[in-house]
């Protein structure tokens, strides 16, 4: 018992105070170097997977350093998408030595999904090409004749990327997919929750949740709910009590 507490007190602190947040060692070799404030956002990524909590990694413009208020992490200085590659190859890693000491089902390969604009689809394959080694990404794009084609082959990689469109366009055929992480990029396109796209988007299964944006409030408080609708759903309650409470 004095165990658990000690753990729980530690989880409280760090989910307070995100200067309190462990250092996250990488386990894998990473072809650039990290800054302090992007260490930093790796090490809040980390703490984010460890205790099965999802956030929002954002652009903020008040400060130098990384603010982090409960589990959305406001980070000035960029390198969103580096810090979410060093994240991804990281649980990638460790999820195959897992599997490798335990051949425990729990541990079997899963690919990640990152679903951004049809213009950043190319960016993110060639930022991870770049940037891990370890991870085998492939673009879920084109025609749908081609894309069905791909979704058989989804098992040989590591990181699936695709955009907004065609997740609603084939919806059908990922919906009942497991994934081990699903990253939206400039994630604010899921803010009216009563939109086609934002309800296909959300029948997405994954074990991580992120979300990248500038501006994850663009118009009103509403929108934020939204985007947590998706990444913890039900905890900001029904749209409706939101909507009056706030």
């Not at 060692?25 to 990524?45: F, T």
């Not at 890693?93 to 425990?104: L, N």
């Not at 590591?158 to 699903?182: F, G, H, P």
């Amino acid at each position: 018992m004095l165990k658990r507490r000690n753990e729980e007190r530690q989880f409280l602190l760090q989910l307070l105070d995100g200067s309190k947040v462990e250092q996250y060692d990488i386990p894998v070799k990473i072809e650039a170097e990290l800054r302090k404030y992007q260490q930093d956002g790796v090490n809040w990524l980390a703490f984010l997977a460890k205790y099965q909590l999802h956030g929002i990694l954002c652009d903020g413009t008040y400060r130098n350093d990384v603010l982090f208020l409960t589990n959305v992490g406001i980070d000035m200085g960029l390198g969103k998408t580096l810090q979410s590659i060093c994240i991804l190859a990281s649980k990638h890693f460790e999820r195959v030595q897992r599997y490798k000491e335990t051949k425990s089902p729990d541990s079997k390969h899963l690919p990640s999904l990152i679903i951004c604009p049809p213009t950043l689809t190319g960016h993110w394959y060639y930022e991870i090409l770049k940037y891990a080694k370890n991870l085998r990404p492939v673009m879920y794009v084109g025609n749908a004749r081609d894309r069905g084609k791909l979704i058989a082959k989804f098992k040989n990689y590591d990181v699936v990327i695709t955009s907004y469109e065609v997740v609603r366009n084939d919806i059908a055929s990922l919906q009942d997919r497991n994934w081990l992480y699903c990253i939206l990029d400039e994630g604010h396109v899921i803010k009216n929750a009563k939109t086609k796209l934002t309800k296909a988007v959300k029948c997405i299964r994954a074990t991580h949740r992120l979300i990248l944006s500038g501006t994850p409030i663009q118009n009103n408080v509403l929108e934020l709910w939204s985007l947590f609708d998706f990444l913890m759903p039900g905890f900001l309650g029904t749209e409706q009590v939101f909507n009056e409470r706030f």
